[in-house]
């Protein structure tokens, strides 16, 4: 199957704080008729709910962050087809099936940081601003100042690692602990450019590796997309559509490995090896490649260069149950 031609979107909304990347591509995989049942898995600002909303969906929109919930209690007040639930969204079916409305047409997952998120100094997400070291999505737990300040060293360079992709982690790792405590994120920045050797005129700052780490250990976010796909999965109706944007390889790796084993595609085998022999009946059928964000497009939001849209269509078969462990050492997969 390929991916319909996208149709054309409406101009951004005036009060909307950003435009979702591949807003076009999305709406075009959903192929929304009025009365679907969506699920917005990462409200955000809203943009994706708002063009569900407008194409005559009926909307139940998730997100771990206050913040984000209550800036879209004005837009949950005007429109009646929009349900807000503060949760994550690996709790996707005990929130819907407590609101009787499993199961669902739709299911997209835009993963990662808002762009509210990393705006706003005091949540402690970017360095472009100091602010407290903080970045917690839900504004609970273990911040990322408790993490680098009682961690131990090969700890931190492991984090560093797996979900930085930093290729010098024990070197930043051993910098931070000889500096702690650490407490603001301009202070952290600093740290890991005098481990790593920044120079002004360097292309990308050194640290931009770690602070992605960071975030991503804080907040399980590996983990919980695991989880929130197996969900996915759980929740939609045969014929449903499952739509997931990521920003790094990461989360691709997880994405495309999940439906690569969810949709049959296991490998078949050799001389050397027997083959892999499914024990489930495919839950969903992967519709066409990955795709990517045009140059006009990136243009206008430079955000959507790292993104990647994947998607699949619900099958009739019965779930799987849980989704594919051991994601930190599943790279090496080609497109």
Do not use: C
Request: proline letters at 7%; hydrophobic letters at 45%; a negative charge.
């Amino acid at each position: 199957m390929t991916l319909p031609i996208a149709p054309p979107i409406a101009p951004p909304i005036a009060d909307a704080p950003h435009v979702p990347v591949l807003l076009a591509e999305v709406l075009a995989a959903l192929a929304i008729a009025p009365g679907d049942v969506q699920v917005d898995a990462t409200f955000g600002a809203g943009g994706y709910t708002r063009a569900m909303l407008a194409a005559g969906a009926r909307v139940l929109a998730f997100d771990r962050d206050p913040d984000a919930i209550a800036a879209g209690r004005a837009l949950e007040a005007e429109r009646d087809a929009l349900t807000l639930v503060p949760a994550t969204f690996s709790a996707m079916e005990a929130e819907l099936s407590a609101l009787g409305v499993v199961p669902v047409d739709g299911v997209t997952m835009d993963i990662g940081v808002s762009s509210m998120q990393l705006d706003q100094p005091e949540r402690g997400f970017s360095f472009q601003a100091d602010g407290p070291l903080d970045m917690r999505m839900s504004q609970e737990g273990q911040s990322a100042a408790d993490f680098v300040n009682t961690a131990d060293e090969a700890r931190i360079a492991d984090v560093l690692y797996e979900f930085g992709d930093e290729p010098r982690s024990r070197r930043v790792a051993q910098f931070i602990v000889a500096a702690r405590p650490i407490t603001r994120t301009g202070e952290l920045a600093r740290i890991v450019r005098r481990a790593l050797g920044y120079k002004p005129h360097d292309k990308k700052d050194p640290a931009t590796r770690t602070f992605q780490a960071l975030r991503i250990e804080v907040n399980r976010e590996l983990g919980e997309l695991e989880d929130g796909l197996a969900a996915a999965e759980r929740v939609l109706k045969p014929g449903g559509t499952l739509a997931v944007i990521t920003f790094h390889s990461g989360e691709d790796r997880l994405v495309k490995r999940f439906l690569r084993e969810r949709s049959g595609g296991l490998p078949s085998g050799s001389r050397h090896l027997p083959e892999v022999k499914a024990k489930n009946a495919p839950s969903f059928e992967a519709v066409g490649r990955a795709v990517r964000a045009g140059e006009e497009e990136i243009a206008r939001n430079p955000r959507a260069r790292s993104a990647t849209l994947r998607v699949a269509t619900r099958t009739a078969a019965a779930a799987w149950g849980a989704a594919p462990s051991n994601t930190t050492t599943s790279k090496g997969f080609s497109e």
